[in-house]
């Protein structure tokens, strides 16, 4: 049974870079058709897909934060990771990591328990 | 504003049944993309229910079902009941000249009276 963790700092200063690890239990990061996605959800609002990455190394990432956005994985340590640069007030949100399978045609069968990140000085 | 737009909130009574619409466009859900529903219970992380537009992982029970037609789907519970009083959310994928993205609704609150 696959497990997600994320993990970082829960306050982050208005411009600098939000950097998120979501950490990989039960399974290889490596294995099998997945792709893994960063999802986030300020306080009382819906759900935002930010990126992901394949198993591949490959990358896609949501057109509106796609300048500021870097997703990257180290399978060695069986993680994937978030850079989200330059924040502001609105990317304080939960943030989730969460594993998307083919068997799933491709849903987002498992999710981390999110983290709580505020941007404020 | 939402690519996929569902109803803000609905409600109904235990053993009733609801419908909660995903309305979307030829961009995404006309355009042939499977549509998955996720329930998010308060304060946890959410929870997929329904996946390629009709089809239920493990464990979740028959009461809930989904389905999807043209530019729209549905989800659908039946017997209604309180553990059911959660948020729900389709989410499906967008390509367009700006780009393509996975792409989730704006979540419809359900109430059981």
């Known amino acids: 049974q696959v497990q997600l963790q994320e993990s970082g700092p829960g306050l982050v200063k208005p411009s600098q870079t939000l950097s998120l690890t979501c950490t990989v239990s039960?399974?290889?990061?490596?294995?099998?058709?997945?792709?893994w996605s960063w999802i986030r959800q300020p306080a009382g609002k819906g759900l935002e897909w930010i990126g992901r990455?394949?198993?591949?190394?490959?990358?896609n990432y949501n057109p509106s934060l796609k300048s500021r956005v870097t997703i990257s994985v180290d399978t060695s340590k069986n993680q994937f990771s978030l850079k989200l640069s330059s924040v502001t007030a609105a990317d304080t949100a939960v943030y989730y990591c969460?594993?998307?399978?083919?068997?799933?045609?491709?849903?987002?069968?498992?999710w981390g328990q999110g983290t709580m990140v505020t941007v404020s000085s | 504003q939402s690519v996929l737009t569902q109803p803000p909130s609905v409600s109904g009574a235990p053993g009733q049944r609801v419908t909660i619409s995903c309305t979307g466009s030829?961009?995404?859900?006309?355009?042939?993309?499977?549509v998955h529903w996720y329930q998010q219970l308060p304060g946890t992380a959410p929870k997929l229910l329904i996946y390629?537009?009709?089809n239920r992982p493990s464990g979740v029970p028959d009461r809930f079902s989904g389905s999807k037609s043209g530019t729209s789907a549905s989800l659908a519970i039946t017997g209604l009941q309180a553990e059911d009083e959660a948020d729900y959310y389709c989410?499906?994928?967008?390509?367009?000249?700006?780009?393509?993205?996975?792409?989730f609704g704006g979540g419809t609150k359900l109430t059981v009276l």
């Open positions: 030829s961009s995404n859900i006309g355009a042939g993309y499977d």
């Open positions: 990455i394949y198993t591949s190394g490959s990358t």
């Open positions: 969460a594993e998307a399978t083919a068997s799933a045609r491709d849903a987002f069968d498992i």
């Open positions: 390629g537009n009709s």
């Open positions: 989410q499906s994928y967008d390509s367009s000249l700006s780009g393509s993205r996975v792409v």
């Open positions: 039960g399974g290889s990061i490596s294995s099998g058709s997945y792709y």
